[in-house]
């Protein structure tokens, strides 16, 4: 069984940044790609980011683009999610997920795996 573990949430004023952290732990956690998605109370997660198994692809939603940065250890177990500039609209549970999807090379929001989430609030 694979663990999926979220830190690094907080809170900021606007315009600082935080970094999210996701690890990877259990049986044969290699070969994950590994996203972040987010949710709000009452709405639909929604996705931020995500990056394949190697790093060398990556994915962001429109909203993030050029704020945020996803980022693969070495290691690949574990996976950075850097949040520049940031917006109270950025404010919501961020969830980490990994799997292996076989037509894609970023889990989608039907991932197998799934932290329990780390809270980003944001003040203006």
């Known amino acids: 069984q694979l663990q999926v573990v979220e830190s690094g949430g907080g809170s900021v004023q606007a315009g600082g940044s935080l970094r999210l952290s996701c690890a990877l732990s259990?049986?044969?956690?290699?070969?994950?790609?590994m996203g972040w998605f987010r949710q709000l109370p009452g709405k639909e997660r929604e996705f931020v980011a995500a990056?394949?198994?190697?790093?060398?692809?990556?994915a962001y939603a429109e909203s993030v683009k050029g704020r945020f940065n996803i980022s693969r250890a070495n290691t690949r177990n574990t996976v950075y999610l850097q949040m520049n500039s940031l917006r109270p609209e950025d404010t919501a549970v961020y969830y980490c997920?990994?799997?292996?999807?076989?037509?894609?090379?970023?889990?989608?929001?039907?991932?197998?795996?799934w932290g329990q989430g780390t809270q980003v609030t944001v003040s203006s």
């Open positions: 997920c990994a799997d292996r999807p076989w037509n894609s090379d970023f889990p989608g929001g039907d991932a197998k795996y």
């Open positions: 990056i394949s198994w190697s790093g060398s692809s990556t």
């Open positions: 259990g049986d044969s956690w290699s070969s994950y790609a």
